[in-house]
């Protein structure tokens, strides 16, 4: 979903940086072959994955939910030259798909794939993060907070996806809509934490930024 007319998206679209051509080959197939490619971020999208990525220059990256491994590339873009990202999805059919674009990177072999539940394995990486960006399991955003902010370095940043729901979170909750409840408590409670400040971005469907202090 966007917010902003569709000419003006144009516009910002045309005079922003553009996705490489792999990005764009993962974009297609994507589109051609997989299920739900709503859920691939869009090239715009990946731009800012990437510049923010660029200005943290992270060593370690983390990122919930990989899907077809497109945002992955745009966060690996600023990684330091020693860094790794530790990418986590539940679904094993995706396992190749995403290996075959990784490989073809530069970034190939500091692409660390983990399947299953993400809950259950992010402790299991012993590492923390310096860039977290969180886009799966929505009805579970408040359980990872927490998990995250403790396995985040200080200054570290936390990139969550999806955090308007297509403007759902401004509308009467259905008392049976479990991911808008879900969602509308973790924006509350992510920007109520001493420990975070965190700005919103009326980006596609709404995309937070939280820096730990």
């Known amino acids: 979903m966007n917010f902003i ?6 516009y910002i679209r045309t005079h922003s940086n553009k996705e490489s051509d792999l990005l764009k080959e993962l974009s297609r197939e994507t589109k051609l072959k997989i299920l739900y490619p709503r859920m691939l ?18 060593k370690y990256i983390l990122e919930i939910g990989t899907y077809t491994g497109y945002s992955t590339l745009c966060l690996a873009e600023g990684m330091k030259n020693d860094g790794e990202i530790h990418t986590i999805d539940i679904n094993e059919e995706l396992f190749d798909f995403q290996r075959k674009y990784f490989n073809r990177s ?7 794939q983990h399947l299953g539940n993400a809950l259950e394995l992010i402790e299991s ?27 985040l370095n200080t200054n570290g940043v936390i990139i969550t996806d999806n955090v308007l729901w297509s403007e759902k979170v401004t509308l009467p909750i259905e ?39």
């Open 125 to 151: 990486i012993n590492i923390e993060f310096d860039l977290i960006f969180l886009d799966a399991d929505k009805e579970n955003y408040v359980k990872y907070l927490e998990i995250l902010v403790n396995k």
């Open 41 to 58: 971020s869009s090239s715009y999208q990946g731009r800012i994955l990437s510049m923010v990525s660029k200005l943290i220059q992270p």
């Open 5 to 10: 007319s569709e000419k003006l998206n144009d």
């Open 175 to 213: 008392e049976d809509d479990l991911s808008t409840k879900e969602i509308d408590n973790f924006n509350k409670i992510l920007n109520q934490r001493s420990d975070m400040e965190t700005i919103m971005l009326p980006i596609r469907d709404g995309i937070s930024i939280s820096r730990k202090k």
């Open 106 to 112: 530069t970034y190939g072999n500091r692409i660390f």
